[in-house]
């Protein structure tokens, strides 16, 4: 019984790895598919939700505050485009998710900073939409979360072994001097 035991606590010590990779690629997946989704509604949709919904009131305020700010300042405001913003939060989800599949906390931050831009920007419309990203936040939250309380446990393995070893030294030298 304790064979078989060992052989699976081998099995799984080797295998996790693996299991943890092909994880992190199918929940990267989602953003890169919810990227290109984005994609395609910001250039074949005429615009996608942040231009429809945000893009007239940042115009009315770039267009007015403009004047005001010239009026009173002498400087000039310049256009501010509700699509480049788009098109960056777009890119920076997809390239996050890329970077995502290696195991990174990094690109966890960055996710999860489009993930809230991208749901809390433009009001949401579709309940189901608004429940799918805070589903993806949580998740992000939790993944976040646990790769520090992984980290946290490898450092402190880490120290421990270096204590061990530098009790060792000592009492190796002590009983060469005796």
Not at 20 to 47: C, E, T
Not at 69 to 82: E, I
Not at 160 to 165: D, I, L, R
Request: glycine share 6%; hydrophobic share 45%; charged share 20%.
């Amino acid at each position: 019984m304790s064979n078989v035991k060992n052989i699976m606590c081998t099995t799984l010590t080797r295998s996790m790895p693996a299991i943890a990779f092909f994880g992190r690629m199918a929940f990267a997946l989602v953003f890169i598919i919810s990227a290109v989704q984005d994609y395609a509604d910001h250039f074949g949709g005429g615009g996608g939700p942040l231009e429809k919904t945000v893009g007239p009131l940042v115009n009315v305020i770039t267009k007015y505050g403009s004047k005001v700010l010239t009026f009173y300042t002498g400087m000039q405001v310049v256009a501010f485009d509700v699509r480049l913003l788009e098109f960056s939060l777009i890119t920076a989800k997809g390239t996050a998710a890329l970077w995502f599949i290696f195991g990174q906390s990094i690109p966890a931050y960055f996710l999860l900073a489009t993930q809230i831009l991208s749901t809390i920007i433009p009001f949401p419309t579709n309940l189901n939409d608004f429940t799918q990203n805070l589903t993806l936040i949580g998740a992000l939250l939790y993944y976040i979360r646990l790769k520090h309380a992984i980290d946290n446990l490898d450092e402190a393995d880490k120290s421990k072994e270096e204590k061990e070893k530098e009790d060792d030294k000592p009492s190796s030298s002590k009983a060469k001097a005796n």
